[in-house]
């Protein structure tokens, strides 16, 4: 094919400078659109033009289903009348008084499709070659109203209908021009229609008995590679509704970037893969020319769009990432398989048998498995297909069975730059690992250009999002959480809104506030401003503890962080169990670590079997880095004699201050109020946040101590140890003036 494509006589059109352009549905959805794309070609500098166009946007969706309805028996007429009307209030508004020769064609054109409609609901079925003639109107209808603009406004295009040009015939691989014959059609419609200009149909063709046929769905883009490589086209711009080819879906990645360059072979994987933008048979003319193709959007002319050519430039290891929703995997497994020759023959021919088409196969070097990712709707039929074909191996019990698993998503990572580049996989892997992502399979062709992972569906989106931003395709990505927005959380929350900017710049973080809590309320919600969270917490309703990891993990978003500035143990028994669910904390509250024993060692069997870590540094030392520095030391052999020091700052603050001028209670006010106690100014008085610390620090040092082991002498009296705080801070109040008084 390539062969008869490069060795064809050029086009009568080839000694003029010609750029090929397709224009997608989104592009021609209306008059607005319509008459923007005429402004588009009018206004570009190239003497020689060809305009492929599809039809307005959701018009071929709108004639398969009228061809359905007839086929169905029901009425049809109601929606062929408003697909008409949608036609005709285009063309007036395109034409204005110059709209009757158009409005005229168009009633010509709806009565024929109207006859054909009406034959198919006699008839029950459409039949392939009138279904396909109903279901290329769309493009005849878009063409016209497009030339007739233009002609309104002054330039000189010719009107081709693809079906007088071009001749495909249909084959197992899909759809496959006849060159010389497309040419020699080219050629002589030339002689008839001289124009430097063209608007040519897309999707529609003729086969080659002459019937009216369409390339397939997406076929307007390989259509506009076919004018494209007839006219001799020295570029196609595909115009869409997107900056161009995105490093990964924006549905699912909101900070997917539009990539300035691809190569042939990057844009295929992805093209196959799942990128919707470009189709993949689109670039089998354009490889065959070394035609430049360039992705732009029709909203943004602006842009300079995607460019795909032979090299694709510089840029890192992988330009992109895919997701194939909607699979399943399908396995066979036995000792009977290992060295025998034939087996994955066997499975394809069985496969290929029951038409079913293969996403991906993984096999390992034993040989003991093989296994193929299908579509979730033909993996029964897939599975039937494996277990007739051999039934006789298990029944013999050389073959275990055909197991079958739905609900599989293939993640695909894409770039030249894989090749030969040591630790890309390793990349990859390790941000699913730390996004809790299980791989169930896996493959990696020998061109490194490309590495599939088989994925659950319900970890797809936040595998995706991990591996984008493995790659540096965008930030790290975090769901935040603050629990105890008082004076240390509301000191952190603003330390973030004025430290996010640089975050996300210099060290590519991008935390997304998305829980508030406190002892009464809680604030969920999608993406929060960390310089808003007051507004969010007066705003929130009564609170929820249970409902705070899944709204987290429901995000999506590769990782999960709780950062617990309170105080409570009511918190600090949640904290297995977040870590089980793979949700990173992050504490100063003491009551996790320093707790019962049996919840400590719940929470380091969380953090072993959930991957999530516990960072609680702040609990001793106020932040500084006793606890690292302890186990560094204990892990280069040292041992531990003493641990001396001024276990609690608040203590030492209020004796230091303390020489009778003013009241005990007072300095504890100030305290209090200076942040420098703990929420409750009882902890500290009584001993327990310097029992608590002792605690921590002793089981960092192996011991199992717990903390009715520690022997305290409170400061606060046995009568005030109960009840709320505020009833404490009064009663002491007046205790202290009592006692000083006495």
Same mark, same amino acid.
């Given at each position: 094919?390539?062969?008869?494509?490069?060795?064809?006589?050029?086009?009568?059109?080839?000694?003029?400078?010609?750029?090929?352009?397709?224009?997608?549905?989104?592009?021609?959805?209306?008059?607005?659109?319509?008459?923007?794309?005429?402004?588009?070609?009018?206004?570009?500098?190239?003497?020689?033009?060809?305009?492929?166009?599809?039809?307005?946007?959701?018009?071929?969706?709108?004639?398969?289903?009228?061809?359905?309805?007839?086929?169905?028996?029901?009425?049809? $007429?109601?929606?062929?009348?408003?697909?008409?009307?949608?036609?005709?209030? *285009?063309?007036?508004?395109?034409? +204005?008084?110059?709209?009757?020769?158009?409005?005229?064609?168009?009633?010509?054109?709806?009565?024929?499709?109207?006859?054909?409609?009406?034959?198919?609901?006699?008839?029950?079925?459409?039949?392939?070659? %009138?279904?396909?003639?109903?279901?290329?109107?769309?493009?005849?209808?878009?063409?016209?109203?497009?030339?007739?603009?233009?002609?309104?406004?002054?330039?000189?295009?010719?009107?081709?209908?693809? $079906?007088?040009?071009?001749?495909?015939?249909?084959?197992?691989?899909?759809?496959?021009?006849?060159?010389?014959?497309?040419?020699?059609?080219?050629?002589?419609?030339?002689?008839?229609?001289?124009?430097?200009?063209? #608007?040519?149909?897309?999707?529609?063709?003729?086969?080659?008995?002459?019937?009216?046929?369409?390339?397939?769905?997406?076929?307007?883009?390989?259509?506009?590679?076919?004018?494209?490589?007839?006219?001799?086209?020295?570029?196609?711009?595909?115009?869409?509704?997107?900056?161009?080819?995105?490093?990964?879906?924006?549905?699912?990645?909101?900070?997917? #970037?539009?990539?300035?360059?691809?190569?042939?072979?990057?844009?295929?994987?992805?093209?196959?893969?799942?990128?919707?933008?470009?189709?993949?048979?689109?670039?089998?003319?354009?490889?065959?020319?070394? &035609?430049?193709?360039?992705?732009?959007?029709?909203?943004?002319?602006?842009?300079?769009?995607?460019?795909?050519?032979?090299?694709?430039?510089?840029?890192?290891?992988?330009?992109?990432?895919?997701?194939?929703?909607?699979?399943?995997?399908?396995? &066979?497994? +036995?000792?009977?398989?290992?060295?025998?020759?034939?087996?994955?023959?066997?499975?394809?021919?069985?496969?290929?048998?029951?038409?079913?088409?293969?996403?991906?196969?993984?096999?390992?070097?034993?040989?003991?498995?093989?296994?193929?990712?299908?579509?979730?709707?033909?993996?029964?039929?897939?599975?039937?297909?494996?277990?007739?074909?051999?039934?006789?191996?298990?029944?013999?019990?050389?073959?275990?069975?055909?197991?079958?698993?739905? +609900?599989?998503?293939?993640?695909?990572?894409?770039?030249? +730059? /894989?090749?030969?580049?040591?630790?890309?996989?390793?990349?990859?892997?390790?941000?699913?690992?730390?996004?809790?992502?299980?791989?169930?399979?896996?493959?990696?062709?020998?061109?490194?250009?490309?590495?599939?992972?088989?994925?659950?569906?319900?970890?797809?989106?936040?595998?995706?999002?991990?591996?984008?931003?493995?790659?540096?395709?965008?930030?790290?990505?975090?769901?935040?959480?603050?629990?105890?927005?008082?004076?240390?959380?509301?000191?952190?929350?603003?330390?973030?809104?004025?430290?996010?900017?640089?975050?996300?710049?210099? %060290?590519?973080?991008?935390?997304?506030? $998305?829980?508030?809590?406190?002892?009464?309320?809680?604030?969920?919600?999608?993406?929060?401003?960390?310089?808003?969270?007051? /507004?969010?917490?007066?705003?929130?309703?009564?609170?929820?503890?249970?409902?705070?990891?899944?709204?987290? &993990?429901?995000?999506? &978003?590769?990782?999960?962080?709780?950062?617990?500035?309170?105080?409570?143990?009511?918190?600090?028994?949640?904290?297995?169990?977040?870590?089980?669910?793979?949700?990173?904390?992050?504490?100063?509250?003491?009551?996790?670590?320093?707790?019962?024993?049996?919840?400590?060692?719940?929470?380091?069997?969380?953090?072993?079997?959930?991957?999530?870590?516990?960072?609680?540094?702040?609990?001793?030392? %106020?932040?500084?880095?006793?606890?690292?520095?302890?186990?560094?030391?204990?892990?280069?052999?040292?041992?531990?004699?003493?641990?001396?020091?001024?276990?609690?700052?608040?203590?030492?603050?209020?004796?230091?201050?303390?020489?009778?001028?003013?009241?005990?209670?007072?300095?504890?006010?100030?305290?209090?109020?200076?942040?420098?106690?703990?929420?409750?100014?009882?902890?500290?008085?009584?001993?327990?946040?310097?029992?608590?610390?002792?605690?921590?620090?002793?089981?960092?040092?192996?011991? %199992?101590?717990?903390?009715?082991?520690?022997?305290?002498?409170?400061?606060?009296?046995?009568? /005030?140890?109960?009840?709320?705080?505020?009833?404490?801070?009064?009663?002491?109040?007046?205790?202290?003036?009592?006692? *000083?008084?006495?």
């Amino acid at each position: 094919m390539n062969a008869s494509l490069l060795e064809a006589k050029p086009s009568p059109a080839v000694g003029l400078r010609t750029r090929a352009h397709k224009f997608g549905g989104s592009s021609l959805a209306d008059a607005t659109r319509i008459r923007h794309v005429a402004g588009l070609l009018m206004a570009a500098d190239e003497p020689g033009q060809v305009a492929v166009v599809s039809a307005m946007q959701g018009v071929t969706d709108a004639l398969i289903a009228l061809s359905e309805a007839a086929a169905g028996g029901r009425d049809w $007429r109601p929606d062929w009348q408003v697909l008409q009307q949608r036609h005709e209030d *285009t063309a007036r508004a395109l034409l +204005g008084e110059q709209a009757a020769d158009t409005l005229a064609w168009l009633r010509g054109q709806f009565e024929g499709l109207a006859g054909l409609l009406q034959a198919v609901s006699v008839l029950g079925s459409p039949g392939r070659p %009138a279904f396909e003639r109903i279901q290329g109107l769309g493009e005849v209808f878009s063409s016209r109203l497009l030339w007739a603009h233009l002609a309104a406004r002054g330039a000189t295009h010719a009107l081709l209908d693809a $079906r007088e040009v071009l001749v495909v015939r249909h084959e197992e691989l899909g759809v496959a021009v006849d060159w010389p014959r497309s040419r020699a059609n080219l050629a002589r419609w030339r002689d008839a229609h001289p124009q430097a200009r063209v #608007v040519a149909t897309g999707f529609i063709a003729s086969s080659e008995d002459g019937l009216s046929t369409v390339l397939g769905r997406n076929g307007s883009d390989y259509s506009g590679a076919i004018f494209a490589a007839l006219f001799e086209a020295e570029e196609l711009h595909i115009w869409t509704d997107v900056d161009g080819v995105l490093s990964a879906d924006p549905r699912l990645v909101p900070e997917a #970037v539009a990539l300035p360059a691809l190569s042939y072979r990057e844009a295929c994987e992805l093209a196959y893969f799942g990128a919707k933008v470009i189709h993949p048979q689109t670039l089998t003319p354009a490889i065959a020319r070394n &035609l430049p193709v360039l992705i732009r959007n029709t909203f943004r002319p602006e842009h300079p769009g995607t460019r795909i050519t032979a090299d694709g430039g510089p840029g890192g290891p992988v330009k992109g990432l895919t997701l194939s929703p909607g699979l399943a995997l399908v396995s &066979l497994e +036995g000792a009977g398989l290992i060295g025998v020759p034939g087996t994955a023959e066997r499975v394809f021919a069985a496969l290929h048998a029951a038409r079913i088409s293969v996403v991906m196969i993984s096999q390992g070097s034993s040989e003991h498995s093989i296994c193929c990712v299908v579509r979730e709707g033909e993996a029964a039929a897939a599975a039937a297909a494996l277990s007739r074909a051999f039934e006789r191996e298990q029944a013999a019990g050389q073959v275990q069975g055909v197991q079958r698993i739905g +609900g599989i998503s293939v993640l695909a990572v894409v770039g030249d +730059g /894989m090749a030969g580049t040591p630790g890309v996989a390793a990349r990859l892997f390790g941000a699913l690992a730390r996004a809790r992502v299980n791989v169930r399979a896996i493959a990696q062709g020998a061109s490194e250009r490309n590495i599939s992972v088989a994925v659950a569906a319900e970890d797809a989106t936040r595998a995706l999002r991990a591996a984008h931003a493995a790659f540096w395709l965008s930030a790290q990505t975090v769901a935040l959480a603050v629990i105890g927005p008082g004076k240390v959380g509301g000191a952190l929350l603003d330390q973030l809104d004025a430290a996010m900017p640089r975050l996300r710049r210099d %060290a590519g973080l991008d935390l997304r506030l $998305r829980v508030l809590a406190d002892s009464r309320r809680a604030w969920l919600g999608e993406h929060g401003a960390a310089g808003d969270w007051r /507004m969010h917490l007066a705003a929130a309703p009564a609170g929820d503890l249970d409902a705070l990891a899944p709204h987290l &993990l429901g995000a999506h &978003l590769p990782h999960a962080v709780i950062v617990d500035c309170s105080a409570s143990d009511t918190v600090a028994e949640r904290y297995a169990g977040w870590l089980a669910a793979g949700i990173h904390v992050i504490t100063p509250n003491k009551h996790a670590v320093a707790g019962p024993w049996p919840r400590r060692q719940a929470i380091e069997a969380a953090c072993l079997a959930g991957g999530a870590r516990l960072r609680y540094e702040a609990t001793v030392g %106020a932040g500084l880095p006793v606890i690292q520095t302890l186990r560094d030391l204990l892990d280069t052999g040292d041992q531990l004699v003493a641990v001396e020091g001024i276990l609690s700052g608040t203590l030492a603050w209020l004796f230091n201050r303390y020489d009778g001028a003013l009241p005990f209670s007072a300095l504890v006010r100030e305290a209090h109020a200076l942040g420098y106690t703990e929420p409750d100014p009882r902890e500290d008085l009584s001993g327990m946040d310097v029992a608590r610390k002792l605690v921590i620090l002793a089981r960092e040092a192996g011991l %199992a101590l717990s903390l009715d082991q520690v022997q305290v002498e409170s400061l606060v009296p046995e009568a /005030m140890r109960g009840g709320p705080r505020e009833q404490f801070m009064a009663t002491w109040n007046n205790w202290t003036r009592h006692c *000083t008084n006495a």
